[in-house]
């Protein structure tokens, strides 16, 4: 195991808690093993493991966050994404086949909404020509989480959504009765209905909506 990830497990271990890890299981529909910690006790147990250790070298990251993923216990992969948080500035485009990795390996949305808000998110805002063929490639993909993680991309752009982009996205991938897209579908239109709540009615009226979908998008507009 990567000498880092050692001590990070071990501190993490350090802290079991096997009644809150059979309640964190039970919670995440026994997808996963836990450790036992809540999300605020790792966070804590990260932040003094950087204090400790700091962050590894940028040409580590890859190495130490997949070792993270290959550990059994949930909270490895969240202190991933904790790491990713500290270390996202960092990004070049070739992190992008890490990103890649880590929606695509242990997938449940409690990862992927993260990486998909703070750090794929971000990696296009950064990169900004690489959008539309990675988004090209990844929805043609059929990979639900690949598709979610496009979907939701723009969760924290505000102002700054390609509306355009988001409108077509939804219109490829709305013909589906799979509940993650669907969900994320409503989530997106939600969160852009802050911007121009018009839009959304209009996108809304323009393509097949599941009910779910619609649902979520028009949670809290007034529509007559």
């Known amino acids: 195991m990567n000498p880092y990830v050692e001590a990070l497990y071990q501190a993490a271990l ?7 890890a059979i309640r964190l299981s039970n919670y995440m529909r026994n997808q996963f093993s836990f450790i036992g910690l809540r999300a605020p006790q790792l966070k804590e147990v990260f932040k003094q493991h950087v204090k400790n250790h700091g962050l590894p070298p940028k040409e580590e990251l890859h190495d130490v966050i997949t070792s993270l993923w290959k550990l059994e216990e949930r909270e490895m992969q969240m202190a991933g994404l904790l790491l ?5 500035k960092q990004f070049t485009e070739e992190d992008l086949s890490l990103l890649e990795y880590i929606i695509t390996t242990k997938s449940w949305w409690d990862t992927i909404d993260h990486i998909a ?3 794929f998110g971000y990696y296009l805002e ?7 063929h990675i988004v090209d490639e990844w929805i043609a993909s ?8 496009c979907i939701l991309f723009q969760l924290g752009y505000k102002e700054k959504t390609d509306v355009a982009m988001l409108e077509d996205i939804i219109s490829r ?3 589906t009765r799979e509940f993650f897209i669907n969900k994320a579908i409503g989530w997106a239109l939600r969160e852009y209905a802050r911007q121009d709540p018009e839009k959304v009615i209009e996108i809304t009226n323009t393509y097949p909506l599941s009910n779910l979908s619609r649902r979520e998008a028009l949670k809290h507009i007034k529509v007559d």
């Open 14 to 20: 350090a802290h079991r808690n096997e009644a809150e």
């Open 84 to 88: 990713l948080d500290s270390m996202k």
């Open 117 to 119: 808000k703070k750090h």
């Open 126 to 132: 950064k990169f900004p020509h690489t959008r539309q």
């Open 142 to 149: 059929e990979n639900i989480w690949l598709i979610r993680s």
């Open 173 to 175: 991938t709305c013909h």
